[in-house]
């Protein structure tokens, strides 16, 4: 299994600032995920981060709005860019376990833009 | 076709009793299908899994029950307890995506009245 340590926990924020999430695991994944899920609702991927590569962005999702950084094979970043109340929402990044289907996640980044 | 329908949104049952979720998918690549269970406040974590080659797979109180030809699954919680109190996702993955994603359900939220 993997342990994802993952900050801030939440965040109130006002808009048309930016907040980086932080994403570290305990071992070393070529893969990491970044999430969002609103309220209640079902879990959005955002991007795939790749170490050594450009991310690869879901549909509805662009790198101004949502740069993400991956310098090694434990960490990785997503920044919400030029927030607005739209963006609040739990953020959270998951690994692919070693079973085919199994993901481990991090507790989330709760965001709340006012 | 990449849907993974979930149904019922939200789901009470009293302590003891039996719940049931249900899903469904078209797409026929799909050929895993884990159920992942959150708390508030957490990400979601494996509760079970199942593969297509078998009808039927228990772990404790945990049973996926899986229709090929119907191209349904369904997560049974026999003896339901308060703390099963959860959102419950179902999900699908094709083992030919080389890049390791899932395709969610809508999430149902079981609430267990002690």
């Known amino acids: 299994s993997a342990v994802i340590s993952q900050k801030p926990s939440r965040d109130i924020c006002q808009r048309g600032t930016s907040l980086t999430i932080q994403c570290q695991v305990d071992s070393q994944v070529t893969m990491m995920f970044w999430y969002r899920q609103q309220p209640g609702q079902s879990l959005t991927l955002i991007a795939t981060?790749?170490?050594?590569?450009?991310?690869?962005?879901e549909s509805g999702f662009v790198i101004d709005k949502f740069p993400i950084s991956r310098p090694n094979l434990t960490f990785s970043t997503l920044t919400v860019s030029n927030m607005s109340p739209e963006d609040s929402s739990i953020y959270l990044c998951s690994v692919p376990g070693q079973t085919i289907g199994e993901a481990f996640f991090g507790q989330g980044t709760r965001l709340t833009v006012v | 076709q990449q849907q993974v329908k979930q149904s019922p949104q939200s789901l009470i049952v009293q302590k003891g009793g039996i719940s049931i979720i249900n899903c469904a998918y078209e797409?026929?690549?799909?050929?895993?299908f884990p159920w992942y269970q959150q708390f508030p406040g957490k990400g979601p974590a494996l509760l079970i899994a199942i593969r297509p080659d078998v009808s039927e797979k228990k772990e404790g109180r945990f049973t996926i029950s899986f229709n090929k030809s119907a191209k349904q699954f369904s997560l049974h919680i026999m003896d339901s307890q308060p703390g099963d109190s959860a959102t419950y996702f179902c999900a699908a993955r094709a083992s030919a995506n080389s890049n390791y994603q899932l395709i969610w359900g809508a999430g149902t939220k079981l609430i267990i009245k002690p």
């Open positions: 981060a790749n170490q050594g590569s450009e991310a690869t962005y």
């Open positions: 797409n026929t690549a799909f050929d895993y």
